[in-house]
């Protein structure tokens, strides 16, 4: 949040040093552990990890992840949580689900009835939490429940007794729409690539990476908005503002509530995003879809940089929390360690995060 | 002429209008009667004090002057019409700014955004508007520097300013968003002796500029310091209006504490409280 123009010409102050300035950046902690990581797995992955296959590999569910910590991460900076993000991608899966399938919808209908029905969702949750004014831990974590025994009790209702929904690849194969939401883009661009000898093939001479999976690309682009959205826009200002003191901000003529409120929605339509890709992508919903997300989310969102107090944060933070994920949950494969290290990994990350968060906060703030 | 002191420069002009002018008012909640007949007026350029002890309904009085409260009797002229506000957002508008004790500031965000918060200027149009986060920290910076605080940088978090610059970039934000009146609600009650001495200089440097300050304290010596004109407050009356130099920091104190048991304490602390 720090805007860089400085005012020339006062003679009382120092020079700032360039560490001094990296270090007041909240999203500095996530940058240097995607450092850490990275050179922890250059000593002992596989070399295959950082080939371009490998990246892929680790980005894909870095990216799934980091779609639903950016919303998370805006959310936190406003000072709310949204507990119910897992179940709610499960419950916007099967919701998508059943358009296509039950239904037969094309995707131009079925994709924005999603976000709508999600968006009216996260509306429900976010004015329960405003206006009953309790902590929106519990409101939420309620909905965790509610939507994950919906997810369940509607995919019976929807299938007669399963709970999976198998078909979606059938209906939405040949939909024009299908391919901003699922498989590869920039294919011929790998397939040039690769006919030119600029990147690995197998025998036949197809390219070993067919194209940069579409989650990634969204995932890009939604890193890049929220952060222009956060430091360049009146409505970033009034999320630090909402987050950092409600009543300060409301006295000051800003809209906490609306802002809040939208928030919610956008957390949920980040899950409605995450189910309607990986739904296609399976070719099939079920009740276990993001199962613990919410969690894993709101780490990856704290690892870059977000206070769980609200009012501090960054979506790039968020984008390289989302990352170091990726990467260690892949990356232990490329290893000799057991696998199960993963979540002893994950609680030290997020331990050190809070920590280090912590000791950031009080040095902005000048508390002692 | 009165003379002029450290914290009080010129003198102000007697014969203009009220900016805001408050007669009789009472405030009632339920059977407690707040307010009993309070009447107050604020001319432009000049620093108004309110004293009174705690519970004198000072808080109540600058409830009803900001738009929080409505008053069960009594009159608001502004700017000579009769006038009354339904939301502190409309006494905003009308330019009635108040600076309340918790400064509306956030710690963690810059002076900038901190600065104008809820307000932001923008630059572009449809999906291209956006925050002028570079003509933003020109004016804050310039509007500080105007207020005699020279910024480290216009990134500089709130939390790290002293409780006094707090204050100031507080009324500099008021005084730029176009404050006829600013109402400052007990500014140096929580300061120390250097920072108290800034926001009383701000306090001078706002009222030069044609604004009317309502200052309400409870400290005498502060109020005597800035003040052109001081009401004092009593069990939700007004017990009188002084203007500066005609009346004693004793007198004012024996006002507001209504007398007797002032003079013991007095007595026993050998001076002004």
């Known amino acids: ?100 399938v039950t239904w ?29 004014g309790l902590p929106s831990f519990i409101v939420t974590l309620a909905f965790l429940f509610i939507l994950r ?67 990634i690309l969204w995932f890009i682009v939604l890193a890049l908005v929220a952060t222009y959205v956060l430091l360049r826009t009146p409505a970033g200002n009034w999320i630090f503002a909402a987050g950092g003191d409600s009543t300060a901000a409301s006295n000051s003529g800003v809209p906490v509530n609306r802002i809040k409120v939208s928030l919610f929605m956008l957390t949920a339509c980040c899950a409605a995003l995450v189910a309607i890709i990986t739904v296609i992508d399976a070719g099939s919903t079920d009740a276990r879809r993001g199962f613990q997300k919410e ?15 609200g009012g501090y944060g960054s979506a790039i933070g968020a984008f390289f929390g989302s990352i170091i994920f990726g990467m260690v949950v892949i990356g232990l494969t490329y290893t000799d360690f057991d696998q199960d290290w993963f979540q002893v990994f994950l609680g030290g990350m997020l331990l050190i995060a809070v920590l280090f968060n912590n000791a950031i906060r009080k040095r902005v703030t000048g508390e002692r | 002429m009165t003379e002029d002191t450290k914290f009080h420069h010129g003198d102000t002009v007697t014969d203009l209008a009220p900016i805001v002018e408050m007669k009789n008012i009472e405030k009632h909640f339920g059977n407690i009667i707040a307010l009993a007949g309070v009447s107050f007026d604020v001319k432009p350029g000049e620093c108004h004090c309110l004293l009174g002890d705690n519970g004198a309904g000072k808080s109540t009085f600058i409830k009803t002057m900001s738009g929080v409260h409505k008053p069960t009797k009594g009159e608001i002229f502004f700017e000579g019409k009769p006038l009354h506000f339904d939301t502190p957002r409309d006494a905003m508008e009308a330019g009635i700014a108040t600076v309340f004790q918790d ?75 176009g404050a006829k009146i600013l109402i400052l609600d007990e500014p140096t009650s929580a300061l120390g002796v250097r ?75 050998g001076g002004t409280v």
């Not at chain 2, 130099?245 to 507001?256: A, F, S, Y």
């Open chain 1, 104 to 132: 037969q919808l094309p995707l131009i209908v079925a994709i924005p009835m999603t976000f709508v029905f999600a968006a009216l969702v996260g509306a429900v949750n976010g004015n329960i939490v405003i206006r009953s």
């Open chain 2, 195 to 269: 920072q108290t001495s800034n926001v009383l200089a701000t306090i001078d440097k706002v009222r030069n500029h044609g604004i009317g300050v309502v200052f309400i304290s409870h400290n005498v010596r502060h109020a005597l310091a800035v003040g052109d004109r001081f009401t004092v407050l009593n069990r939700g009356k007004t017990l009188g209006t002084a203007t500066r130099g005609e009346i004693t920091p004793e007198q004012l104190q024996d006002l507001m504490a209504g007398g007797q048991e002032m003079a013991q304490l007095e007595g026993s602390l």
């Open chain 2, 103 to 177: 400064l509306a500031m956030i710690p963690l965000m810059s002076v900038t955004r901190n600065f104008f918060m809820g307000r932001e200027p923008t630059k572009g149009k449809g999906l291209l508007k956006r925050f002028d986060v570079d003509h933003a920290n020109d004016v804050c910076m310039e509007e500080m520097r105007k207020m005699g605080i020279n910024l480290r940088g216009p990134d500089q978090a709130v939390g790290t300013l002293s409780g006094g610059e707090r204050q100031t970039v507080a009324i500099a934000r008021a005084v730029y968003f």
């Open chain 1, 295 to 309: 969690f894993e989310a709101i780490i990856a969102a704290v690892i870059g940089g977000c206070l769980l107090t």
């Open chain 1, 149 to 215: 025994g919906l997810s369940l009790v509607g995919l019976k209702a929807a299938t007669g007794g399963s709970t999976q929904l198998r078909g979606v690849r059938d209906v939405v194969e040949n939909d024009w729409l299908a391919p901003f939401f699922s498989g590869e883009a920039f294919g011929s661009l790998f397939a040039w690539l690769a006919a030119n000898g600029m990147i690995d093939t197998f025998k036949s001479g197809a390219p070993k990476v067919p194209g940069v999976p579409v989650e």
């Open chain 1, 1 to 100: 949040m720090s805007d860089s123009a400085q005012i020339a010409g006062d003679e009382r102050v120092k020079k700032e040093p360039f560490m001094t300035k990296l270090m007041k950046r909240p999203e500095l902690g996530a940058m240097a552990g995607v450092v850490l990581v990275v050179i922890f797995f250059a000593i002992t992955a596989d070399d295959s990890m950082f080939t371009l296959a490998g990246i892929m590999n680790f980005m894909t569910p870095a990216a799934q992840l980091g779609i639903l910590a950016i919303g998370a991460a805006l959310l936190m900076i406003g000072g709310e949580f949204d507990l119910s993000i897992g179940s709610m991608v499960a419950f916007a899966g099967l919701f998508f689900g059943v358009c296509v």
